[in-house]
């Protein structure tokens, strides 16, 4: 028998407790970013106990919100932390930003001034360059949420914002993380299922999915420039 050669992955850490983001993770697959699936709420980081089997990571939405306070919170932000201070990189999308945003010191808040739950595309401008995106650039992405981060600490900074929300977009100074309120990793499956009572014009949703993965790209090419190597 032929001998198998160990594939290293980016670890796909889904949060959800409800429907599993498995055509999110199928979308990053299919574009060719080689990726294994991690389930936080089913299993903890049970599944991702070496991180050198791994390029980096990519912690997903969830239909639970930081305030719930479970055991499986905790124990995926101190894995998290450790990892990053492995230099391991990192992106939060959405719960997975909020997540690490609260247990590094920042304030997650629902939004009551305005529409609670926020579903559709929004433009995100960057106040600061990221990788090959310069500082006054902008993005469309699709979002999803009911909750938002507020009050960095010191050791975060804004690099993205709306017109709607501050911290669209985080980074740590000195840790390879970046978290972000909107979806980039949204499928067409997210969109049709999420967006169901009021979807995006087909042009949106088109410009979000590619925005979303250029970003995500831009993500890899700074934190993961071997791997990135290798993609390109």
Same mark, same amino acid.
């Given at each position: 028998?032929?001998?198998?050669?160990?594939?290293?992955?980016?670890?796909?850490?889904?949060?959800?407790?409800?429907?599993?983001?498995?055509?999110?993770?199928?979308?990053?697959?299919?574009?060719?970013?080689?990726?294994?699936?991690?389930?936080?709420?089913?299993?903890?980081?049970?599944?991702?106990?070496? #991180?050198?089997?791994?390029?980096?990571?990519?912690?997903?939405? %969830?239909? !639970?919100?930081?305030? /719930?306070? +479970? $055991?499986?919170?905790?124990?995926?932000?101190?894995?998290?932390?450790?990892?990053?201070?492995?230099?391991?990189?990192?992106?939060?999308?959405?719960?997975?930003?909020?997540?690490?945003?609260?247990?590094?010191?920042?304030?997650?808040?629902?939004?009551?001034?305005?529409?609670?739950?926020?579903?559709?595309?929004?433009?995100?401008?960057?106040?600061?360059?990221?990788?090959? #995106?310069?500082?006054?650039?902008?993005?469309?992405?699709?979002? %999803?949420? !009911?909750?938002?981060? /507020?009050? +960095? $600490?010191?050791?975060?900074?804004?690099?993205?914002?709306?017109?709607?929300?501050?911290?669209?977009?985080?980074?740590?100074?000195?840790?390879?993380?970046?978290?972000?309120?909107?979806?980039?990793?949204?499928?067409?499956?997210?969109?049709?299922?999420?967006?169901?009572?009021?979807?995006?014009?087909?042009?949106?949703?088109?410009?979000?999915?590619?925005?979303?993965?250029?970003?995500?790209?831009?993500?890899?090419?700074?934190?993961?420039?071997?791997?990135?190597?290798?993609?390109?």
């Amino acid at each position: 028998m032929k001998k198998l050669t160990p594939i290293k992955t980016f670890a796909v850490i889904d949060c959800a407790t409800d429907e599993p983001s498995i055509a999110c993770y199928n979308r990053l697959l299919q574009l060719g970013i080689p990726c294994s699936y991690h389930s936080a709420n089913e299993f903890g980081t049970s599944t991702l106990k070496n #991180i050198d089997h791994f390029y980096g990571g990519f912690i997903f939405g %969830s239909m !639970s919100h930081v305030h /719930e306070d +479970l $055991p499986w919170h905790h124990e995926l932000a101190d894995w998290a932390k450790k990892a990053l201070e492995q230099s391991f990189p990192l992106l939060g999308i959405c719960f997975g930003h909020q997540l690490m945003c609260h247990h590094f010191g920042a304030n997650v808040v629902i939004n009551k001034e305005i529409e609670a739950e926020q579903k559709g595309t929004r433009t995100v401008r960057f106040l600061k360059s990221f990788g090959e #995106i310069e500082a006054g650039d902008t993005r469309e992405f699709a979002v %999803s949420h !009911s909750y938002r981060v /507020e009050n +960095l $600490p010191s050791t975060m900074e804004e690099i993205g914002a709306s017109d709607l929300f501050k911290n669209d977009i985080v980074r740590h100074k000195t840790l390879p993380f970046v978290g972000l309120q909107p979806h980039p990793e949204a499928s067409d499956h997210f969109i049709k299922s999420d967006f169901k009572d009021n979807p995006p014009a087909r042009e949106n949703s088109e410009r979000t999915k590619i925005e979303g993965i250029n970003f995500m790209m831009n993500f890899l090419k700074v934190y993961c420039p071997e791997a990135y190597k290798n993609l390109s």
